[in-house]
C-alpha cells in the first residue's frame, strides 16, 4: 500500500520555545536585519539634514512611547505624566553633563535610572488607585515636576534652560544629525529587543495577567504591587533615556516643552499605533511626528504667505483638534492601531492569491 505524504499547509509550534519566539521563520530573521544594515548604511547619506531630523525625532519618540506602552498596553496602568519623566531624563542628562562632567553615554544611562526612580516614587499610588484614580493621580505628577523644573533655578536653571557640550562616543564627534542618526537607531533598535524580551519573560506575563485581572493575578501569587512599580520603573527608563538622547541632539533645554500637551502626544502614539504592540509604538511615533511636522509646516506657509492670513491664527491652534480626532478616528474604525493595519497587510502578501 502507497504511503500518502502530507505537505504542512501553515506554520505549527511544537514546542514553547517555537511559540515564544520572535522571528518564525529565518526568512523573517534575515530580512529584518538586511532591513537594519541597509537603513543605517543608506539613509544617513540620502536624507537632507531636515529629513534627518524628523528620522532622528522618530527615533527618540519611539523610545519614549515603548516605555509608555508597556506600562498602558502590557499593564494596564494609565498614566499622562510621561511627559514628566521624559523631562526628567533629559534635564538629569544635562545637569549631569554640564556640572559633573559625565560623559555622553553616562549621562543618557544615568538619566534613565534617574527617570525610573522618579516614575517609581509617582507610581506608589497604583497599589490602591485604579483607572481613572490612577490617571488623575499622574496628571498631579506632571503637574508637580513641572513646577520643579520651571521653578527649582538652583539646579534646573529656571527658564533660561541648559546648554550642553557637545555629544562625543569613544572619542568622536556624534552631535550632527547624520552622526546622532546611526546612535538613536541603534539604541531604538536595542530598545525595542530589550522590550520584545521583557513581554515575552515571567515579568511580561505578570504585567499582561494584572492587565487583566488584577484580583486573579494576585490569587495566583503575583506581587502585584511590586510588578506595578516595576512597570512604572521600566516605562519611566525608557523615557529617560529617551529624554537624555532628546537633550544631548537638541543641544539645549528649557521646561517648556515637557507638558501635558506632549503626554497626550504619547498616549496618542501607542492608540494609533496599537496598544500592547512594539511595532505599534514605532508605528505610532511616525505618524504623530510626521503629522505635528506636516500641521506645522502647513500653518508656518499660511503665516508666511498671507495666503488666508485671516484664519492663520484659527489654523495655528488645531493641532490638539486633529490629534483630538486622530485619535477617536482608530479607536472607532481601527482600535487594534497601525500594527493591525501592518498585520492584516502582511497576511494579505502571505497568503496571495488565495484570501484566507
Known sequence: ?????????GNFKERYEQDIAIFETDFGRVWVWVGLVLLLSSVPFIAGSYTLYIINSIGIAAIAAIGLNILIGYTGQISLGHAAFF?????????????????????????GGIAALVGMIFGIPSVRLKHLYLCIATLAGQ??????????????????GIILPRATLFGLDISGDQSFFWVVFVCLALMCWMAVNLIRSRYGRAFIAIRDNDLAAEGMGIPIFRYKLLSFGI????????GGLWAYY???????????????????????????SIPGSVFGAIFIIILNETLSRITEYIMNTGILSGIALTVAPL????????????LIFEPRGLAEVWRVVRSSFRLWPFSY
Open 1 to 9: 500500500m502507497r504511503k500518502l505524504k502530507f505537505r504542512p499547509c
Open 250 to 276: 537638541t543641544t539645549s533645554i528649557t521646561p517648556e516643552p515637557f507638558t501635558i500637551f506632549l503626554s497626550i502626544q504619547y498616549i496618542a502614539m501607542i492608540i494609533i499605533g496599537g496598544l500592547a
Open 319 to 330: 493641532r490638539e483638534f486633529v490629534f483630538g480626532l486622530a485619535i477617536v478616528l482608530f
Open 87 to 111: 523631562g526628567v531624563g533629559a534635564y538629569a542628562a544635562a545637569i549631569l553633563a554640564t556640572k559633573m562632567g559625565f560623559p555622553f553615554w553616562l549621562s543618557v544611562l544615568a538619566a
Open 235 to 242: 516605562s519611566s527608563f525608557y523615557a529617560g533615556f529617551a
Open 143 to 160: 503637574f508637580i515636576i513641572e513646577y520643579v523644573l520651571m521653578n527649582w533655578e538652583g539646579l534646573t536653571n529656571g527658564p533660561a
